[in-house]
């Protein structure tokens, strides 16, 4: 069983490509990326307390490219 394990933390997270030889995808989040590019059977996220409740006012800004923060996904969905 192939696993991946990854961490988040609490900070401003900007959209990049990913790129593992001739895979890439864009993302906020690099789990996201793991998951798409090796296909893991299971994604293990380690996150503080204060990442996981964490969630950016609506409408907030991204104060380097000005663009609105993404909208917080619902707990289960991480």
Not at 28 to 51: D, G, K, M, R, W
Request: hydrophobic share 35%; aromatic share 12%.
């Amino acid at each position: 069983m192939k696993k991946a394990i990854s961490f988040l933390g609490k900070g401003q997270y900007k959209e990049v490509i990913y790129v593992w030889k001739d895979k890439q995808i864009k993302t906020y989040l690099f789990p996201e990326a793991v998951a798409e590019i090796f296909q893991p059977e299971e994604v293990i996220v380690l996150l503080t307390p204060s990442a996981k409740n964490y969630r950016p006012p609506k409408g907030e800004q991204c104060p380097e490219c000005n663009q609105a923060l993404p909208e917080p996904l619902e707990e289960e969905t991480y």
